[in-house]
């Protein structure tokens, strides 16, 4: 088992930057590829980004990629989300998320996750 919280969120002007991040409990979180998913009201959960369980690569949905950055520390156990140059479209509970094995973009393939936590970007 792993546990996952995640803290950072907040209410942010347009431009503004927030860093989230992901504190996993449980099982060696190091084997696992953790990523970041997002869910507007009334929307589906998508995929925003994802990073292999050593931390050497990432991959980002194409409307963050320049703004936002994933990154892991394994010996503490995190996983981090900055992003920058926030946009309101970006209001949306993010959540963090677990898994064994490689890639994978669709939140039905993640094993673990965490209870999301509130980013409201105002215009």
Same mark, same amino acid.
């Given at each position: 088992?792993?546990?996952? !919280?995640?803290?950072?969120?907040?209410? !942010?002007?347009?431009?503004?930057?927030?860093?989230?991040?992901?504190?996993?409990?449980?099982?060696?979180?190091?084997?696992?590829?953790?990523?970041?998913?997002?869910?507007?009201?009334?929307?589906?959960?998508?995929? !925003?980004?994802?990073?292999?369980?050593?931390?050497?690569?990432?991959?980002?949905?194409?409307? &963050?990629?320049?703004?936002?950055?994933?990154?892991?520390?394994?010996?503490? #156990?995190?996983?981090?989300?900055?992003? #920058?140059?926030?946009?309101? /479209?970006?209001?949306?509970?993010?959540?963090?998320?677990?898994?064994?094995?490689?890639?994978?973009?669709?939140?039905? /393939?993640?094993?673990?996750?965490?209870?999301?936590?509130? &980013?409201? &970007?105002?215009?």
């Amino acid at each position: 088992q792993v546990q996952l !919280v995640e803290s950072g969120g907040g209410l !942010v002007q347009a431009g503004g930057s927030l860093r989230l991040s992901c504190a996993a409990s449980g099982r060696t979180f190091s084997t696992y590829t953790a990523g970041w998913f997002r869910q507007a009201s009334g929307k589906e959960r998508e995929f !925003v980004a994802t990073i292999s369980a050593s931390g050497g690569i990432t991959y980002y949905v194409d409307s &963050v990629k320049g703004r936002f950055t994933i990154s892991r520390d394994n010996a503490k #156990n995190t996983v981090h989300l900055e992003m #920058n140059s926030l946009k309101p /479209e970006d209001t949306a509970a993010y959540y963090c998320a677990a898994r064994s094995g490689g890639f994978r973009y669709t939140s039905s /393939e993640y094993d673990y996750w965490g209870q999301g936590t509130q &980013v409201t &970007v105002s215009s």
